[in-house]
């Protein structure tokens, strides 16, 4: 069973100040990645985040994607010559 702080804990969480952490700004990144984002969340990331962290996030990401791409169409391909 995953523990889940109460709303209260996880709105503290949200409204601390300083910069986002790297778990927070990775997660960020994925939900934007799938499309989905809650509102306080992207709040929060345009008021403490850093673009810098988002652009070389994004990147990796993005590179990550492209590259397990590659990999499926290979082993697809392999396969399918066999």
């Known amino acids: 069973m995953s523990h889940t702080p109460p709303d209260s804990e996880r709105d ?3 409204d601390a100040p300083g910069d986002l952490t ?3 700004t990775f997660q960020s990144v994925l ?3 799938l499309g989905v984002q809650k509102r306080s969340n992207a709040k929060r990331d345009f008021s403490r985040g850093k ?3 988002f652009i070389i996030l994004g990147i990796l990401f993005g590179l990550g994607f492209v590259i397990s791409l590659i ?3 290979r082993l697809v391909l392999q ?3 066999q």
């Open 12 to 14: 503290k969480e949200q």
């Open 22 to 24: 790297l778990w927070q």
């Open 31 to 33: 939900w934007a990645m």
């Open 51 to 53: 673009a810098s962290h």
């Open 71 to 73: 990999f499926v169409a």
């Open 79 to 81: 396969h399918a010559t």
